[in-house]
């Protein structure tokens, strides 16, 4: 290798010998006096030269590469995001691939590009300097190119002032390197805000269960067929308490689809889509004109009108009593259905609305009638069905193909009521009708119908409340939610909507109880699931796609403004050794500087003010040797004045002190460290504990703020303590040649400035430099400052929770103290228990919670839940139970009773279940209580009445007040199964609230099944439901001794859930209380005051990440101490009083060297040694700065500030000139 480098130096040496031809006249002297100059000084361009390493096109190349790339990848990322609607999912290890990826790129980018920018501002006064002295002929008298060359420190100056100077010097160079430096300092900074969380919406293609579909086909109703409930009872809760069986809603039965299975299948869901299978009725109607007449019989009246639909004309008479009046009207229902026995005979109805109008003095009528006539069809029609949030929403899909059902539906809807309603269906007969004469049979109010098929109307006066023809009363119930006046009938239009609301929420029921068929299948449906999706903030990406392509067209030019390919000075320009080697023979330019060693930068610039510089090779008098240069061109004569400046004691010396090794700046930028440091943990506390620091909206400047902010800061931190470091290695080898043991490796032959930072460790380590050690330490860890920062915040789905100001707003209590419940509360509570409906709002089983409401009511939406601490009421059971074999035993207050089984008609001689009971029985038997008795058992089978098994549970009810903890879901605050209220049992006590037990299960007998109906004396509803309902027991347990206790519980827990409903029909709003003249004697409860409540919600909230504030604590804190310590160490090794100027100038420099005897004695050939021949040249010596006692021109000692070599000081009688 050394062999290697002797012959390239060598090889240099020749190329430049035999490079005379083209020669050039140093002007050293007069350019005036060129001609008579001799030609062995001639001037030669730079060639084999030095050039920087990272001066080169392949930098570029590399660079320009990489932000082509990123421009691509940030456009294809974008128009991903945005055709995905998003990256992907926002789980956090993706999330910290997506934030730290771009920085962490970006910033090896920076680190690198560093490098470029400190040797392009560090070298251009070189390459000027080459530059000046290819136009050194052009030069004039007078001409002064000190400050773009000599004189100039891009390193030294502020970014504005770098970037004013480097336009006004034309240095392209400088300008293109620094503006990429801030761009991809901005670049860091917008990674931050590059990327943001969302909550996005997402469709899946899932499979999904059908349970069900729907028959085409009636099934035959059996001939001891009694009459089917549920309709009724179904219909009944869908308009009067608002309750419909599922999978169906007003006039629409849907297919059943297992939603819940399918919605747990994946997370974060929030609705379901699917075709399924719907029926309705479809009806095609039309207003006949009716013309009615009376007949010679006082009872009758005759109609007729033609019917469009039918092609036929409607006759009949209506039997309207002897008695009517003329504030009476009658309504009419008929229907007609022969699709069993022709497919060509549509079923259809007509239903007529008359008003007697009718005079019996003269026997004259002017009767008003309104009638309508529809056809009906049941398709079988597809829909989309949405399931969300236990409730279904439905779009017909008109484009699907349906079918239809066919057979019989009217005698499907007449067969739901029960014999006991004032209504029932009635079998026509026909005899001899033809196809243009119809006669009419229907629905009456009784089950007699005349030979001649007239039919019974039902004669209600205008004042009525209740419509019992079914039709009507079903219709009317849902027209405009509430009942109508049957005067209004009289209007077509009203008389049609009636009609077509009854039938179509009856056709629905009869669709759901009836036409659906037991499947296993599988469909195609649509899960809609919200995801945090890692979305790109598009405004950011373009704007770092523009300042990649503004980078890119920057450093464009630096093809051609970069380092000259053969170099611009003879050897390296980074060490002290290499700078005072390439000035050792520029005698002129240290001449001008002898004196100035311990001068300021000020006096060093105004000392040299007039000169033109210029970089030339010359041929001293050994020819093999080209020396180079820095030459005066306009200097006529060397003027040196060693008495121009008195050197002074080192106390009276202007020190270079940089802005940023200042105590008081390095004080401020250690509180903010310290400041941020706190925040953060601060911060995060506070994130900790309020779940987050603030709802993340869709506000971009919002997501700025705490994305871009922090970023920011610590970019500005990091660029700071750049600086400072920047500053203590630029100073390093000054403060080694003052250490009391000046280390030549240390000082003259080292660049701490111009090598990588990880040398830079490695070398401070390795000489024990704990300042810059620390220093560069600090560096590598502000660069992860900007790294991690893109994750210190993310937005999350948080659930929240605040605490809300609620109060009730109801009581209960009943109008008076024996009120028997109402037909209503009956209803709700057999649907619930035998139709397996929903509760109704502010009831959940046997609890009764009285309705709330807020404070601040717009805290609430569809996605939050209130947990509230109330009092609710409910009906509990205090029974004795006694079971024997052969008699129903039982206790009433005080008294013990014993029925044989023989006196009970309850056995028929088979040995089967038998239930039998009786409600509000007497109260005299020495209890002021209504006792309920509920009797089960096993009829023995050998006889009529025997009984192997019986049990009776003897009860009476009281009211309790309980305090239960109910959440409330969304703006209607409703209750849901998955959260239902949970009692607390240790504060039941009794409730002044009684409730009557007559006559309490009525209606619940009617909706059990007939074969549970037991027509015998004291039969009750409860018994049967408790081995039917929704929570129905085994049947056999009924007959078990064992499962006593279980039977107990069911007819408890079946009572409480039936009797709910009656106590919530006794709601009371306290601030309509005084309204009813029941409560007028009374004592009104006041309005309660509002109460502590607990507001659960979900919401995207910025969030502080734990993990990654430890680590910026953690760096921060590393930071804090290095500073502190570095400061302290620089303070003590004396960084601010090392060198009396900034050392970026080559005049600095210079200044330095020019009263050193050692560098003008350097060997002829130096500049063009081997590194390791170089090295040679000072290792053998010691350096030092500082005061060397010279003789000027006088002969007078003077003391001079320089770098020499210890041997040089003091008594040396070396002259000065």
Sequence with gaps: MENHDEWTSKQKLRNYAESSLDVKVCSVFNPRDAEELDDSLINLPVSYGWRPSYLRRRTIVILDTILMAGIIVLESLDAVSLRHSGLGTANQSLFYMWSLGPTIVLTIILTFWA???????????????????????????????????????????????????????????????????????????????????????????????????????????????????????????SWSIGLNPNFTIPGLALQKFDAEKTLASMGNTTELSV?????????????????????????????????????????????????????????????????????????????????????????????????????????????????????????????????????????????????????????????????????????????????????????????????????FQVGMSLYRDSMITVQELLQSDNLEQVMRLYHTHYSSLMAHYDLRTTIAQTTEGSLTQILSQVDMQTPICQTMVGLFGLAIILTLPLFWLLAPKDGFVPREAR?????????????????????????????????????????????????????????????????????????QPDKSVSWYQPWTLSLIWRGIFLTLTICSLVALIMLLDISDRSYGLGM???????HYLWTLVPSAFFVGLSLYLGLCDFELRSLAPFVALRAKDPSTSSSLLVSFADELGIKTLWR?????????????????????????????????????????????????????????????????????????????????EDLVIPRINLFNSSLLDDDSMVIAEVQAIRAALKCSFSQGTASLEFDVGTQHRSI??????????KPEIFTTGSNGFSYGYGSDHGYILYSWGLCAGHSENSTSYTASLACYETIEKVNVSAALFGSKLEIKDSHPPIPNEKSARPSSIRLNPDKLYTYLTDVIPPQWRLEKPHSDGLLPSIVTSRYAIPMEWLGDEKHSEDVITAVKRHHGIFRAQALSDIRRPFKNTAAGPQFTWKDLPSSPSYFDAQLHYDALRVVQNSAVTHVLVSILGFIFVLHAFTMWRSEKEGYRYAIPKPPGSIAAIASLLADSNFFRGLPEDSQWATEKRHRSYFSDETFRMGWFLRRNNSGEKIRVFTIDTVEGDLDSDTPCG
Excluded at 696 to 702: E, G, Q
């Design 275 to 471: 075709v399924v299978e719907g029926i309705t009725a479809s009806l095609d109607c039309e207003n006949p004109q009716i013309n009615v007449w009376p007949t010679l019989l006082d009872s009758r009246l005759n109609y007729e009108g033609s019917s469009r639909l039918l092609n036929a004309t409607i006759k009949g008479g209506i039997y309207v009593g002897s008695e009517a009046s003329e504030d009476e009207f009658f309504l009419m229902y008929y229907w007609e259905d022969l699709s069993t026995r022709s497919n060509f005979s549509a079923p259809f109805f007509l239903a007529i609305a008359f008003s007697s109008g009718w005079n019996r003095t003269d026997n004259t009528s002017i009767p008003m009638t309104a009638a309508v006539l529809c056809k009906m069809t049941w398709p079988i029609s597809q829909y989309m069905a949405t399931y969300k949030a236990g409730a279904l929403s439905i779009q017909p899909l008109n484009n699907r193909k349906s079918r239809s059902v066919n057979g019989g539906l009217f005698e499907f809807l007449w067969r739901a009521y029960p014999s006991g309603n004032s209504s029932s269906a009635v079998k026509r007969k026909r005899d001899e009708w033809s196809t243009h004469d119809i006669g009419l049979g229907g629905m009456i109010p009784t089950d007699k119908v005349t030979s001649n098929m007239d039919l019974f109307s039902t004669s209600i006066p205008a004042t009525a409340e209740h419509i019992t023809l079914i039709p």
């Design 575 to 647: 060490t002290l050794a290499g700078l005072a080697t390439l000035l050792s023979k520029s005698g002129d330019l240290l001449d001008k500087f002898r004196g100035y060693g311990s001068a300021d930068l000020a006096t060093v610039s105004k000392h040299s003010r007039g000169l033109y510089s210029a970089a030339l090779i010359h041929r001293s008098n050994m020819p093999l040797f080209p020396a180079y240069q820095i030459c005066d061109e306009m200097q006529d004569t060397l003027i040196m004045k060693y008495d121009s400046i008195e050197a």
């Design 115 to 237: 490098r470029v920018e400190y040797q392009a501002l560090r070298y251009i006064p070189w390459i000027a300097l080459k530059d000046a002295g290819k136009r050194h002929k052009h030069a004039r008298y007078g001409d002064d190119n000190s400050f773009q060359t000599i004189l100039l420190d891009y390193n030294g100056a502020s970014l504005p002032i770098t970037i004013v100077t480097a336009i006004k010097n034309k240095h392209f160079l400088v300008l293109s390197v620094v503006l990429t430096s801030v761009i991809l300092r901005v670049q860091i900074v917008l990674t931050s805000g590059l990327f943001s969380v969302n909550l996005t919406q997402f469709s899946h293609e899932v499979p999904v269960d059908l349970l069900d579909s729907f028959s085409d086909h009636v099934p035959e109703i059996p001939k001891d067929f009694l009459y089917d409930p549920r309709l009724y009872g179904a219909e009944r809760a």
């Design 764 to 844: 401070s380590l390795k000489d024990r430099n704990l300042t810059l050690l620390s220093s560069k330490t600090i560096v590598f860890l502000c660069g992860l400052l900007p790294v991690f920062t893109p994750s210190l915040f993310s937005v999350e789905k948080r659930e929240m929770k605040k605490t809300i100001r609620v109060r009730e707003i109801e009581w209960f209590e009943p109008p008076d103290n024996g009120s028997v419940p109402s037909t209503n509360s009956q209803i709700a509570g057999a649907s619930i228990l035998m139709g397996n409906m929903s509760f109704p709002p502010w009831t959940y």
């Design 696 to 702: 993340a909206t869709n506000d971009d400047l919002r």
């Design 900 to 909: 044989p089984s023989t006196d009970l008609p309850i056995c028929s001689g």
